[in-house]
């Protein structure tokens, strides 16, 4: 078979006609997976007979992935495939004579193999046969959808059930898998990568398109940019949702919204002097944005040498007010134990003089810990030193 490709790799193509490119194109597909096929046997019997052993190899995938410079999941991929077209004989027998493609035999098998273990065989049998069948007029992403719904066409009284179970592991798994990391590159942008169960990211989705859509964007626009939100419109959908976001709606954060805070002078915010805002995360932004988040209240302003809301209630109240704790956390920067590196909002104010001591409640008595070093704090077995740095340190008393 390779000498049959060797005597072409020199024959010139161009002077084939449509139809005959056509056709040469459907048969090489054809050949592609009858090798694919072929492959697969015999690395599974190179397996059975430990090919690699003898040369120190862990495994034939290892040998086979160190002699192809394949990478060692696609080596273990067609060592894995040999073995299941061995038990799946009519996936076998169509990939054989290339009635199958390589990625439809794989999303067979792997639908055969989620059906219920205590199935009847013959209905596994017949459960192969249909998707094998339904191969021919489809591709690989709608045999994926057909196979989910495998045992209504099989065992249709058994189909809900199953279907529950399955989608309830699923949804575990999910759960489990989810994750978000976010990354600044120093250049005002963030990168990020999440994983979320289906349900949440539909919601996200539709979230998105209703910002995104045509007829929002002309609405808030102009006329003009009606047309399909593409990677750049989501972006800035998922942006938009960001602020339009209500701090009230979302849990406290160590006593005080989840609302940016951001220190800048008041020259800047009435556009007299142009000076970069400083967040309260320790990014800095533009002062047009800055002015801009102002104007839609998307941020809490903490403006210097203007008017300012009263910070010291002395004993009027017993627990820090939402201003106390925002100026609480600008000074401080985070947790004030030496060492400690959690920010603001995950602190908690905290009296250095009790106020059941008739310790203040104002800026003077106050700083901020996280949970942890606040626990410690009221701790008797322990003693608070204050050092001329501002921060402080815990020693067990002797």
Known sequence: MRGLVDAVVDASVWS???????????????????????RARVARHADELQVGTDVGATSTATWLAH???????????????????DTHDHVRDALAVGDLRPEQAVV?????KELPQDLDPDLVIRAERHLVEAAAEHDAKTLRILGRRLLEVVAPDLADQHEADLLEKEEAKAAQAMRLTMTDDGHGKTHGRFTMPTVQAAMFKKMLLAIAAPKHQAATHGPGVERRPGPQRMGSAFAELIERISAKDLPKVGGTDATIVIHIDLDVLTGRLEKAGVLDTGERISPSQVRRLACTARILPVVLDGKSEVLDVGRAKRFFTKAQLTALGI???GCVAEGCDWPPWLCH????????DDGNTDLANGGVLCPRHHARAHDPTYETTHQPTGKVTFHRRT
């Open 349 to 356: 104010a905290h009296h250095w003089q009790r106020w059941a």
């Open 16 to 38: 084939m006609s449509s139809a005959e490119a056509a056709s040469t194109l459907l048969e090489l597909t054809r050949l592609e997976a009858q090798v694919v096929e072929l």
């Open 331 to 333: 000074r401080d920067g």
């Open 108 to 112: 067979i098998v792997r639908a055969v």
């Open 67 to 85: 002699q192809t410079r394949m990478t060692r999941s696609a080596a273990a991929g067609v060592v894995h495939l040999g073995y299941d077209l």
